[in-house]
């Protein structure tokens, strides 16, 4: 794992969102799918735990809650800002650093057993894994919804140039 990877995917990830968002907002169905929003919160409100997790923030301040996609949205795009930022104070030596996790009692559950120590650049490359994995169910239920689920693998964004990140506006 290095820094210079990570950002790469980093790039990838928020582009991603951004095209999903897009054919979300986009869709007849799709912002007013309450399925689909969960879904959408639990992608983004994870990526923000390990951000406060890697910035020693308090772990227990409530997430906020929206009344709208198009609010939702914007806290997904304000993440990107944060975590590049945070991303550009590490170094490749501080990704192998471990990253002890404040929930490893949960997983000790579901395991049954203590789960190995893991490091800083696993637990950064997990949340980018993570949010591919919910992408998927997201573009599954877009399309169940009546929209049209974008094309984003990582090998089309490198294969378009690796475009930055269109965020869609909302009027």
Same mark, same amino acid.
């Given at each position: ?33 309450? &399925? ?43 993440? @990107? ?12 030596? &501080? ?8 929930? +490893? ?11 190995e120590p893991t490091t800083i650049g696993e637990t950064a490359l997990q949340v980018v894994l993570h949010s591919? @994995?919910?992408?998927?169910q997201i573009n599954a239920r877009l399309r169940e919804a009546g929209g049209e689920p974008p094309l984003v693998? @990582?090998? +089309? ?15």
């Amino acid at each position: 794992m290095n820094l210079n990877t990570l950002t790469d995917l980093y790039r990838h990830m928020e582009w991603a969102d951004a095209s999903v968002w897009t054919s979300v907002l986009a869709s007849e169905n799709g912002s007013a799918d309450g &399925k689909l929003r969960e879904y959408l919160y639990h992608l983004h409100m994870v990526q923000r735990a390990f951000l406060r997790l890697w910035r020693d923030e308090l772990r227990d301040t409530p997430y906020p809650t929206f009344e709208d996609a198009e609010s939702l949205m914007d806290w997904a795009r304000a993440y @990107y800002g944060e975590v590049f930022a945070h991303l550009e104070t590490l170094g490749d030596e &501080k990704l192998s650093e471990p990253m002890p996790l404040p929930w +490893a009692s949960m997983i000790e559950e579901q395991l049954g057993r203590p789960p190995e120590p893991t490091t800083i650049g696993e637990t950064a490359l997990q949340v980018v894994l993570h949010s591919l @994995y919910h992408r998927g169910q997201i573009n599954a239920r877009l399309r169940e919804a009546g929209g049209e689920p974008p094309l984003v693998d @990582y090998i +089309a964004w490198v294969w378009s140039g690796r475009p930055a990140a269109d965020w869609p506006t909302v009027a």
